[in-house]
């Protein structure tokens, strides 16, 4: 699929043909307004101490060097999105690694480090996800949530919606109401989601003013906090002007959050989701009603607990919950602070739960919360065995999904598809 196909496919083709110039007039003939752009983007998030994930389609570091190579350098994380603009969900097998593979060696003739992939138009498969982790990629971000955050009764039109949803349906996104936005391993290999809507449904699908694009970021932002999960916002540079204010506007948001909010590059937050994939929490009985829990010692593991006493051992956090303040501490609990599955419930079930941070066990009796059923479990299972958790007031003890007792995390990412007007026109010529 390339672009022309795209939009007819995703906006039918009078809005196509409605907004395919105003979309190009967005790109400049030569590299330097979206240069300004990208360094716009990368100035923002460094104004609040992170900086943007940039996946860049490959083709285009070899046409312009010297701007990746100097976003590189002043610190914004490059990943790859595609070779060329395709849909590579079209792409067998070996024909995709052809082409990752021309992409990385894009990016290692410059020098440019590289760790993720974001396939364009989010369009992926196992063979995609098969491939980067074969050729050394560590993370993916190309899941995504679509939260409910665009009520359809504030001046936005139907045909706007029906745009809106079209793309949905094109990215294959999952409503964040049936899906959590969190890390996980999708064929073996960790991907990020990223979160909808982005700057091209506000702007080219949803035709927002710019009150209510600052607004929608917001809100999403917010229910990512109540949650504690991630906010992987996507925002195109050459839709920077439009959405600045969103995006000031949201990051400002961040600061006066508490617990406060992490704010990571994608590499960042696959760093930590690997390293802290290893950990496991120890909850030992020491005597009736006592027990001693032992943390890794990792200065930035937090582990949190509810509905026990811990005394000093523990300090005011999140909602209900108490955070540690040391990896090794005592507390009383009429039960252990833990969860037990059914002996035969599904080893995908136990391994959400252990990534979760909690401690699980099959069966036994000694648990504060038993999880019944779940002989089978898929990822849009997840949420919902969240909420049975949260409805619960079984005293409990985790393992933090964040680092250094965040309540949630977010990471500004945008795809770099064009630099120039003439990029833009070739796009359709390249599968
Ligand atoms: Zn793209």
Known sequence: MNLIAYLLKSRGLVNSMQRLPTIATRFGVSTAKMDRALNGYVDIANAYGTTPTLAVTANLIERHPSVFERLS???????IHGWVHTDYRALDADEQRAHIERGLAAFAQRGIPVE?????YVRWNEDSVTTAKELGLQYGSNRTVAWDVVPADDGISPRALEAYRKGLSLYGSAEAASMVSLPS????LLDLPASLPDDEALVDRLRTTPQRREQIWRDILDEVHAL???FVLILHHERLAL???????????TQDRQPHVWLASLAEISAWWHR?????????????GTYRVIAPDDPDVAVVARGVDG???LRPWFGDYQMARSSHFSIRAPKRPAISVDEDASPTLLQFLVAEGYVVQRGGSDCSLHLGGWRTFEDTDKRAVLAVIDASDAPLVRIWRWPQGARCAMSLTGD?????LVDFIRRPLEV
Do not use: K
């Not at 350098?73 to 990943?79: D, I, N, S, T, V």
């Not at 391993?185 to 073996?188: I, M, P, R, S, W």
């Not at 770099?416 to 120039?420: I, K």
């Open 73 to 79: 350098q002043r610190g914004a994380e490059l990943a």
């Open 416 to 420: 770099v598809d064009s630099m120039t």
């Open 185 to 188: 391993f999708v064929n073996g």
């Open 243 to 253: 959405c600045r204010s969103a995006l000031e506007a949201v990051l400002t948001h």
């Open 228 to 230: 504690g999960e991630m």
């Open 311 to 313: 005394g000093a051992a």
């Open 116 to 120: 993720g992939f974001r396939c364009p």
């Open 276 to 288: 802290r994939a290893g950990y496991r929490l120890q909850i030992d009985l020491t005597a009736e």
